[in-house]
């Protein structure tokens, strides 16, 4: 089984629209949840820390599912800069740092 | 003020020779790390540092060799370079504990003709 798994797309999605996907982990001692983004030929760069609770950062939303070990993001009114690849990332869980997922790719169409 | 830097940005070259890729960070922060990214975009980490001590080295083979002369900069160096070896490498900092977000650096794309 992958250790962090995720939908690799493209999800090709209207701008303005909501889009939505999850990521699943395997490793349930896992402790830190993040999202980032990596445009083309760029590094990846945080886009937010994904809560308990659940977390809301202006059109993105975050929220953590332990008991199924998924991680959510949602991008409400989607906007054409958006498009990029959004990989998923979970830690804490060992020594091992974080792993990484292999991304999930965003495609925002006019 | 770029935070994690990293040279070259790229780097092409012949199979058998050997390159180092360097990387420094003015963040203060305590772990470095060096991840590869291969042609299907698969992010995967191969080593990292804590105050210049190596805490995690995945199975890479050993022509690959991280060096961490301070907390500020980790280099790599990698003999008799294959083709399997052409990717994306990525250099990346955090502060504190394993599992704190990463900050990357622009990333060295190496070619192995």
């Known amino acids: 089984r992958k250790e962090v798994e995720q939908d690799p797309g493209p999800f090709n999605v209207p701008e303005g629209a909501t889009v939505a996907f999850n990521c699943t982990y395997s490793?349930?001692?896992?402790?830190?949840f993040f999202w980032y983004r990596q445009d083309c030929r760029k590094e990846p760069k945080l886009l937010m820390s994904?809560?308990?609770s659940g977390n809301e950062d202006g059109r993105f939303t975050a929220q953590l599912n332990r008991a199924s070990q998924y991680i959510s993001l949602l991008i409400r009114d989607s906007k054409l800069s958006d498009s990029a690849t959004y990989l998923c990332?979970?830690?804490?869980?060992?020594?091992?740092?974080?792993?990484f997922g292999k991304g999930t790719h965003l495609i925002i169409q006019p | 003020d770029t935070a994690v830097s990293q040279t070259p940005k790229y780097l092409v070259t012949q199979m058998g020779n050997d390159k180092s890729i360097k990387c420094e960070q003015n963040?203060?922060?305590?772990?470095m790390y060096w991840y590869k990214q291969d042609s299907k975009k698969f992010l995967k980490i191969m080593f990292s540092?804590?105050?210049?001590?190596?805490?995690i080295n995945e199975t890479v083979p050993n022509r690959f060799s991280p060096k961490s002369p301070d907390k500020a900069h980790l280099n790599l160096h990698i003999n008799s370079l294959e083709l399997g070896d052409s990717a994306v490498y990525f250099c990346?900092?955090?502060?504190?504990?394993?599992?704190?977000?990463?900050?990357f650096g622009n990333g060295t794309r190496l070619t192995v003709t």
């Open positions: 990346a900092s955090s502060q504190g504990k394993m599992g704190s977000p990463l900050h």
């Open positions: 490793n349930s001692a896992s402790q830190s």
């Open positions: 994904v809560y308990s």
């Open positions: 990332v979970v830690g804490g869980g060992g020594a091992d740092g974080l792993t």
């Open positions: 963040l203060g922060h305590d772990t």
């Open positions: 540092y804590n105050n210049k001590e190596l805490i």
